[in-house]
């Protein structure tokens, strides 16, 4: 597919899709006139970037969890030091206080919507 098109189904722009792309974030094949060939796997892909780049990591640390996105069994860090291994617990950590904080918003939404329906009138008909 071509950048747009893989732009709108991400809900990006293609001058990200270029940026992830100089990151290496993502890997695009060509075609036989040079363009961009933008695989279906992508569309997937660049959600999960968006989303960890949304959650406040780093595009050097996305870049090495990519991979545990596709195939969480297939993982081999050969650099993988103490350093590396607190960055991942501590942005782990954040996300999951994140994402607390996120259903606790959830769930005050909700019961503030059932309030405002009990309090609806009916519609004329």
């Known amino acids: 597919m071509r950048i747009g ?7 990006t722009t293609p001058r990200l899709l270029r940026y992830y792309e100089e990151q290496g974030l ?15 796997s992508l569309v997937d892909q660049v959600m999960h970037i968006r989303g960890l780049l949304d959650a406040g990591l780093p595009t050097r640390i996305i870049k090495q ?5 596709r195939d969480p069994s297939d993982i081999h860090f050969a650099d ?3 350093e590396i291994m607190a960055v991942l617990e501590s942005q782990r950590d ?8 996120l259903t ?9 919507i059932d309030s405002l329906r009990g309090c609806m009138r009916p519609v004329a008909g």
């Not at 969890?65 to 996105?69: D, E, Q, Y």
């Not at 954040?94 to 904080?101: G, N």
């Open 26 to 40: 993502i890997r695009v094949g060509r075609c036989a006139n040079g363009y961009r060939d933008y695989g279906e």
């Open 80 to 82: 993988a030091t103490p």
């Open 104 to 112: 606790r918003n959830r769930d005050a939404m909700t019961a503030y």
């Open 94 to 101: 954040r996300l999951t206080d994140r994402v607390e904080l």
């Open 65 to 69: 969890i990519l991979p545990c996105l």
């Open 5 to 11: 098109e893989l732009a709108r189904r991400a809900q």
